[in-house]
């Protein structure tokens, strides 16, 4: 009598349970992963603007003696209007330089992308009277900056002429993230210089942003 056991046709439940575990733990590596790298990658490109942008304040304070001046407190007749300290900040205008016109408070600046553009209200958004780095013919230009999206003034309608430096990592998914600049409160980090700093998000966590600071100090 043969006793041999018939060939098996297919898994057990057992081990095809072993198997749905396997390809569980497999995928949740690659999401952790996959969420790693994209970090990683957000943190390269705002590290790599951010050197620009100091390399940039450094050779503005070698050329001019002083750093770029911030907006300090925002003027009153604007506080209502401006959604964020870095939405106004005139950094962008002191790196690019810019041209006074005979319209009080108004400037043409080289938004370095072959073109002007005129900005308008300057005195009323900023708490100063003009930019330090203005010149009748051609201010000097030390930092080219990324463009402009195609929706910019969406989301400055409030003043839609007035223009900041970009994070290339928005805070959230459509919406723009404005570089932070300080060189005058002395309360910042660096005080014998000045402060530069970027905040984006990483994802979220029990339904909250997870929002990173990268900065100069």
């Not at 970090?39 to 951010?50: I, P």
């Not at 007749?77 to 810019?98: F, K, M």
């Amino acid at each position: 009598m043969n006793m041999t056991n018939p060939k098996r046709s297919g898994f057990t439940l057992i081990e095809m349970l072993m198997v749905i575990a396997i390809m569980g733990i497999v995928a949740a590596m690659v999401i952790s992963m996959a969420g790693a790298a994209s970090n990683a990658r957000k943190k390269g490109m705002v590290d790599a603007e951010r050197h620009r942008l100091m390399l940039a304040i450094d050779n503005y304070q070698s050329k001019l003696s002083f750093y770029p001046p911030d907006n300090g407190n925002i003027a009153a007749a604007a506080q209502t209007a401006v959604e964020s300290y870095s939405r106004t900040n005139p950094l962008l205008y002191e790196l690019t330089g810019a041209i006074p016109t005979n319209l009080g408070g108004n400037y043409i600046v080289n938004y370095g992308n072959g073109g002007t553009i005129q900005r308008i209200a300057f005195t009323n958004v900023f708490a100063r009277g003009g930019i330090a780095n203005s010149d009748a013919v051609e201010p000097q230009n030390f930092f080219k900056p990324l463009p402009l999206p195609k929706d910019y003034t969406n989301y400055t309608a409030a003043y839609p002429s007035i223009f900041g430096l970009l994070v290339p990592v928005p805070v959230t998914n459509g919406q723009l993230n404005f570089w932070h600049y300080d060189s005058s409160s002395p309360y910042r980090h660096n005080p014998s210089t000045y402060d530069l700093w970027a905040e984006y998000s990483i994802g979220s966590k029990s339904g909250q942003l997870v929002i990173i600071t990268n900065g100069n100090w």
